[in-house]
């Protein structure tokens, strides 16, 4: 078959889609990446198909010219926000299987008017697809009420994440950290993804000689403008490719956001033996039990998660039996498990073609 798989972002694409792209071509699939910059696979093949780009009307027609002269048997369109124009030229074209692949409901972290815009545009993403794939039971629970057609590949996963033991054992497990505590949180600089409370956190701690926190997704510049505040034991790396260098020397990974799907930065933490820290919130819930293999906070208290780490601070939370733990939910999340599942899908396309 030929595949085509667009997504806006070259970055996330290479994360995501990218292992995706190399399992269709080791069966013989003519697959690529198309993003709305440059990415590694395709250099050279990018389209700008922003709602909001001034040029989206002139990439648009190459990107339909692009479609007629590949003739691809399936489109995947990946993200909820930009999935749009590339669905409705895979329609003018008529791609035999268009489908789009949902990472996360926008518009589930807004209210008002952005709210509403982001709901009618997810009933245009389905409206213009054969059907969804998405990334927790949650999230297909909300799609199927717009348009009953959303699946779930394997366990939610979008591409599995490699769970090799050597990779798992490069970290030893440490009930006394030797210098400082070190907390990670991995995400946009956005109010959804709970930044609020990460703030209230910092400040709690700011005075502190054992805690240290490394936060990914924006630079220190960028989270200065929002907190006004400089913070002695906090370092931001903007955005990171691949953070396992970093969470191999974290020992605690916060994420309190508002909304997620199935967040893989929870996925991340657990392979490099981070003890979780979430917002009790559907898609995260259904991956971290309270207690078990991590800790879900009510209400996403900022008290509740300062409570926790004092807990750590004072060795009166079973550490390891929870990394243990840990790691028995990650391998539900194996890559070689997924893309046997996702094999087993691309076998049933194409029989339909």
Do not use: W
Request: contains cysteine; aromatic residues 14%.
């Amino acid at each position: 078959m030929r595949i085509i798989h667009v997504h806006p972002s070259s970055r996330m694409g290479n994360i995501f889609v990218k292992p995706l792209i190399d399992f269709e071509k080791s069966v013989g699939h003519k697959s690529q990446l198309i993003s709305f910059n440059r990415n590694s696979l395709n250099q050279n093949i990018f389209f700008d198909l922003r709602l909001t780009s001034p040029r989206m009307l002139i990439d648009a027609f190459r990107f339909l010219v692009f479609l007629k002269k590949q003739k691809p048997d399936m489109i995947f369109c990946h993200n909820s926000a930009q999935a749009l124009i590339p669905l409705i030229i895979s329609n003018i074209i008529k791609v035999k299987k268009i489908i789009y692949f949902n990472h996360g409901i926008t518009y589930l972290g807004y209210s008002g008017l952005l709210k509403y815009l982001f709901f009618q545009l997810e009933k245009s993403n389905a409206f213009f697809s054969d059907f969804t794939i998405t990334v927790s039971p949650y999230m297909k629970k909300i799609l199927d009420k717009i348009k009953p057609n959303s699946k779930i590949i394997y366990n939610g996963s979008a591409c599995g994440i490699k769970t090799e033991k050597t990779a798992i054992n490069e970290k030893k497990l440490e009930k006394f950290p030797k210098k400082h505590i070190v907390i990670s949180f991995i995400g946009r600089l956005h109010i959804r993804k709970g930044i609020i409370v990460l703030k209230k956190i910092l400040d709690h701690f700011n005075n502190s000689d054992k805690i240290k926190f490394q936060f990914f997704g924006f630079t220190e510049s960028e989270f200065f403008n929002f907190s006004k505040k400089k913070y002695r034991n906090l370092k931001c790396f903007g955005f990171v490719n691949d953070v396992s260098f970093y969470l191999k020397e974290s020992n605690i990974l916060i994420l309190p956001s508002l909304h997620e799907g199935l967040p893989y930065s929870l996925l991340e933490g657990m392979l490099y033996h981070n003890l979780i820290m979430v917002n009790n919130v559907d898609g995260m819930n259904n991956l971290i039990k309270n207690g078990y293999n991590g800790f879900i906070i009510n209400n996403n208290n900022y008290q509740t998660y300062i409570s926790l780490i004092n807990d750590y601070i004072n060795n009166k939370i079973d550490y390891e039996t929870i990394l243990q733990n840990s790691f028995k939910v990650l391998k539900k999340y194996d890559r070689s498990k997924f893309i046997r599942h996702y094999s087993k899908f691309l076998n049933k396309m194409e029989k339909t073609l």
